[in-house]
């Protein structure tokens, strides 16, 4: 796998991880916050099942790039 060098990646500006951190947070207790514990392990089960998923697809489009 070749290395990225990640000085190339500059600053967004206006762009805020930490911000972007509160909010998934927030949106994921407002999804949950009235579920059972059953509920949330299927919420997290399914999430994690499209992470996966976009994982796969990801790696799919990058056949033959100098990544894989």
């Known amino acids: 796998m070749t290395k990225i060098d ?3 990646f500059k600053p967004i500006p206006g762009f805020s991880c930490v911000q972007m951190k509160r909010d998934i947070q927030a949106k994921i207790y407002e999804d949950t916050k009235n579920m059972t514990p059953e509920e949330r392990r299927e919420y ?3 999430g994690a099942e499209r992470f996966r998923a976009e ?3 990801f790696r799919a489009s990058q056949k033959g790039d100098e990544y894989e």
């Open 6 to 8: 990640l000085t190339q």
């Open 44 to 46: 997290i089960r399914q």
């Open 55 to 57: 994982g796969e697809r």
